[in-house]
Every structure is written in structure tokens, then in C-alpha cells.
């Protein structure tokens, strides 16, 4: 991992609302009602909530969300997938496993 990828993911990190979101994320099932009403029945984005559940469970305006959002998905920590007017969020399991083993093994 080189180091301004980790610093990106550094600064995502940084604030307490990105970390719960992030956290919420690992079980949107317990976090948020059922998720997929936008998502057609032949695409899967597994484990994705729509920004809008995201936004209200955080109780802060659509636009900070947004831009927390943004910010997570370009460190690399989560994904997106866009179906009409609607964006659903899910973590990057696969860069959050490598941050994982970048600190145990390196940092």
C-alpha cells in the first residue's frame, strides 16, 4: 500500500460519524429497515443501504453525508452503484482486509 492511499484512508478515518457509518455498514441489517427496493431483481449489490437510510440514521444534512460518502468511497474503503435517482453504499471488504493486513504486517 503506498503511502498517500493510506493517507487517504487515514483522513476518511478521522472523524467519529465515518467510523459509525462505516461500522453500520458491516451489518446493515441491524442498522437500517430492508434495503434493494430500487435495485433490480437481476443486479445484487449485497449489503448496500441507500444514502438516503444512511443520512437519516445519521441525522445530518444530505450533503455532509454525501461528502462522507464521496470521501470513504475514495479511500477505497466503500463501493457505490447508482440505479435511477437512487445510490446505494456497501463497505470494499477486499480494501478494508487489505488495510487489515497492511497493519498487521507492515505498520
Same mark, same amino acid.
Given at each position: *500500500?503506498?503511502?498517500?492511499? @493510506?493517507?487517504?484512508?487515514?483522513?476518511?478515518?478521522?472523524?467519529?460519524? $465515518?467510523?459509525?457509518?462505516? !461500522?453500520?455498514?458491516?451489518?446493515?441489517?441491524?442498522?437500517?429497515?430492508?434495503? +434493494?427496493?430500487?435495485?433490480?431483481?437481476?443486479?445484487?449489490?449485497?449489503?448496500?443501504?441507500?444514502?438516503?437510510?444512511?443520512? !437519516?440514521?445519521? +441525522?445530518?444534512?444530505?450533503?455532509?453525508?454525501?461528502? =462522507?460518502?464521496? *470521501? *470513504?468511497? $475514495?479511500? +477505497? /474503503? /466503500? !463501493?457505490?452503484? $447508482?440505479? +435511477?435517482?437512487?445510490? =446505494?453504499?456497501?463497505?470494499?471488504?477486499?480494501?478494508?482486509?487489505?488495510?487489515?493486513?497492511?497493519? $498487521?504486517?507492515? @505498520?
Amino acid at each position: *500500500m503506498d503511502q498517500s492511499k @493510506l493517507l487517504d484512508i487515514c483522513r476518511a478515518l478521522s472523524n467519529e460519524k $465515518r467510523l459509525q457509518i462505516l !461500522e453500520w455498514l458491516k451489518a446493515p441489517e441491524k442498522y437500517f429497515p430492508p434495503q +434493494g427496493l430500487h435495485i433490480p431483481e437481476n443486479d445484487h449489490f449485497d449489503k448496500s443501504v441507500c444514502v438516503g437510510s444512511i443520512q !437519516e440514521k445519521a +441525522g445530518m444534512s444530505q450533503s455532509t453525508v454525501s461528502h =462522507y460518502l464521496d *470521501m *470513504m468511497q $475514495r479511500a +477505497g /474503503l /466503500l !463501493e457505490s452503484a $447508482r440505479y +435511477g435517482k437512487w445510490t =446505494y453504499y456497501r463497505r470494499n471488504e477486499e480494501n478494508i482486509r487489505q488495510l487489515a493486513d497492511f497493519i $498487521r504486517k507492515d @505498520l
